[in-house]
């Protein structure tokens, strides 16, 4: 590269809970600018989950970082050409990739849900993730699966 690499901003932790994980899941949530809509938008998800859950020793936050770290992919396939031909070659993933991977997963498809609110989406989103269920974390399986099956490519790696 030409520039040198973009420094990372430091993120303010959420006021609720002091968490700076929750800013960046909020910020990945936010549309147009509009911060307070989306942080209103986790707390009644989160508040949501505290009323349904079943794990009476988790808190909701707790339930929401483990339906996150079960959608977390740890390997992704990368397009290559070799030759003429394209190949899907595994690679193992950075983990602040990890963690924005899971993120994006988690409201993307608590998006195409089919409940009334988005909080209502995404807080049963994240009880599906936290019980290894849904359909974020499918998409994890399916990334592994793909990632297993042309692992007999990963001698092209880069």
């Given at each position: ?21 929750v ?24 508040d ?33 050409r ?25 409201i ?51």
């Amino acid at each position: 590269m030409r520039k040198r690499a973009a420094k990372k901003r430091p993120l303010l932790p959420d006021p609720r809970f002091n968490d700076q994980l929750v800013t960046r899941f909020v910020n990945m949530m936010m549309w147009d600018g509009k911060k307070s809509v989306a942080f209103k938008v986790f707390y009644d998800a989160i508040d949501i989950v505290e009323s349904k859950k079943t794990d009476e020793e988790k808190t909701a936050l707790e339930i929401w970082k483990e339906a996150l770290s079960n959608v977390m992919p740890h390997v992704e396939v990368r397009s290559r050409r070799v030759g003429g031909a394209t190949f899907q070659i595994p690679n193992p993933i950075r983990a602040d990739r990890k963690v924005s991977t899971a993120m994006k997963w988690l409201i993307s498809y608590s998006r195409k849900r089919n409940e009334k609110s988005m909080a209502q989406r995404l807080a049963s989103e994240v009880l599906a993730a936290a019980k290894e269920e849904g359909a974020a974390v499918k998409k994890r399986v399916d990334t592994h699966k793909m990632a297993e099956a042309n692992k007999a490519f990963s001698h092209f790696r880069f």
